[in-house]
């Protein structure tokens, strides 16, 4: 068990809808980290947001956004949902830039 | 930007001895790090390499060389649970992490 908490587990949804995935970090972990994982893909970095603030920024679409909140969870929002946004997206968290991540168990998101 | 290369596939024998390597090409180079991630499931730290040199975990090592942009994960003594992929990561530029496309282990009995 990591410590990091993702929900749901699994996400079914339609084209065109909009979802929200949850992330709570490990406990003392200020950095949290969100990754897209295609099938048979690798780890595809998104966007990281360290004490609440944004921190760095990967390959994330527009009709994607994310946010932490003052307790340190943090949600990414997924709008506009398109077929090939159908993946794994997981959630990490560290104590601080440049330390292990520390990976949650994933939300499997399939567009129908 | 930046790429990372690293073998997709090796098989080999329990108790065997696997050396899976990542060449990569970065700009604002940190560090190196190894996940390893079992079919569907999180994936898992297992060593970070800042510095030049063979960084030692129980049966596994990772090693780096900073001038020849390469490092390595050295898996001793396979054990059919080694079987997963293994990803190479690398540190860089203001606090990112980019994942090689993974090798994918398999041992056999």
């Known amino acids: 068990d990591s410590g990091v908490t993702q929900t749901p587990k699994h996400l079914i949804t339609a084209t065109g809808q909009r979802v929200t995935l949850r992330c709570s970090p490990r406990?003392?972990?200020?950095?949290v980290y969100w990754y897209q994982q295609s099938l048979d893909q690798g780890l595809q970095f998104l966007i990281q947001y360290y004490n609440g603030e944004e921190r760095a920024k990967g390959n994330i679409l527009e009709r994607f956004s994310a946010q932490q909140f003052p307790d340190l969870h943090s949600e990414l929002n997924l709008s506009s949902l398109e077929l090939g946004d159908s993946a794994l997206y997981f959630c990490a968290s560290s104590l601080g830039p440049y330390q292990p991540q520390h990976f949650g168990d994933g939300t499997r998101l399939s567009i129908l | 930007g930046q790429s990372l290369e690293q073998p997709s596939e090796v098989t080999a024998v329990e108790g065997a001895i696997v050396q899976i390597n990542c060449t990569y090409q970065t700009s604002g180079f940190y560090g190196l790090s190894w996940y390893q991630q079992h079919d569907g499931g999180a994936p898992t730290f297992l060593s970070y390499?800042?510095?030049?040199g063979l960084e030692e975990t129980g049966r596994f090592s990772s090693f780096l060389s900073r001038s020849d942009s390469y490092g390595y994960l050295l898996l001793q003594e396979l054990q059919m649970k080694d079987s997963a992929s293994y990803f190479c990561a690398v540190h860089w530029g203001d606090y990112k992490l980019s994942f090689g496309a993974g090798t994918t282990v398999t041992v056999r009995a």
């Open positions: 406990s003392g972990d200020l950095s």
């Open positions: 390499n800042g510095l030049d």
